[in-house]
């Protein structure tokens, strides 16, 4: 009577204590692959300075990370990046699920439908992160490296998420989110971007209208399982001399199809 029953996956004589459940070594070591993951090659001292930590310490994390393969040097440039290794560890996370794996074939017919690019996102800490893309074949287009982040509100991924937010979630979420402006079309007020999930939910598809990057835009609609709850997105993303204002119900409707028929292919019932 009294006892907290242990945890599956923890040691018998753990005791979770504030404060004493990290390893600073292993923090440290994922702070460098976090700073990695975020630049196209970091120097020594560009990842010292950037972590606030010595150059000592800091190669001894590299220098262990390189034997494992998680983190490779450029040998010319004498910059750090991101090795093999990171990338077996990164796939197993998508392996998990068949989410990527079935919408693959759908996100390459979705871009050759539109011509543009096929992006799959998931909600991470209140964030998107992409977790796929199929590219274009034009010479101007999105990119998305997997494991980037964006913010829901200017993300036509995240507002798609949002879309599907109970009331309260939506509050708790606006309430705790900083509603940063990124261009002259980001939407800051939270009664505006009410507003628009509103219209998304309406229409089907969401849209990131020049709202994270100037000339850019982006149709999404949600990824249902067999819950009916939104566990991913998927849009299609490209530039405005393209996704033209006349193209975007066209965009939408095949978007929304796509997002249909991966969510049936991960159990959600067809729609009456």
């Not at 964006?150 to 900083?178: N, V």
């Not at 949600?222 to 975007?248: C, F, K, N, Q, W």
């Amino acid at each position: 009577m009294g006892n907290e029953p242990r945890r599956k996956g923890r040691p018998r004589s753990f005791q979770a204590r504030a404060g004493q459940t990290g390893i600073r070594a292993v923090e440290r070591a994922l702070d460098v692959l976090d700073a990695l993951a975020g630049a196209e090659g970091l120097t020594l001292t560009d990842l010292a300075n950037a972590l606030g930590q010595s150059p000592a310490t800091m190669y001894r994390v590299l220098s262990t990370l390189e034997a494992r393969r998680i983190v490779e040097i450029d040998p010319v440039s004498q910059t750090w990046h991101i090795g093999a290794m990171a990338f077996r560890l990164g796939s197993a996370f998508l392996r998990r699920s068949s989410l990527a794996e079935r919408s693959r074939p759908v996100m390459r017919a979705l871009m050759q439908a539109t011509g543009e690019t096929s992006n799959l996102g998931i909600e991470r800490d209140g964030e998107v992160m992409f977790i796929g893309q199929v590219e274009t074949h034009e010479s101007i287009r999105a990119f998305f490296a997997p494991g980037t982040l964006s913010p829901m509100h200017a993300s036509g991924i995240g507002k798609a998420l949002l879309g599907c937010y109970s009331d309260g979630a939506l509050d708790r979420f606006l309430r705790r989110a900083t509603l940063d402006r990124f261009t002259a079309m980001t939407i800051v007020s939270p009664d505006a971007l009410r507003a628009d999930l509103a219209l998304g939910r309406a229409r089907g598809w969401a849209l990131d209208d020049e709202e994270k990057a100037t000339g850019m835009r982006c149709v999404a609609a949600a990824i249902t399982d067999i819950y009916g709850e939104a566990v991913a997105g998927i849009s299609v993303s490209g530039p405005t001399h393209r996704m033209e204002r006349s193209r975007l119900e066209r965009i939408g409707a095949l978007v929304g199809g796509a997002a249909r028929e991966i969510s049936q292919g991960m159990g959600a019932p067809a729609p009456a």
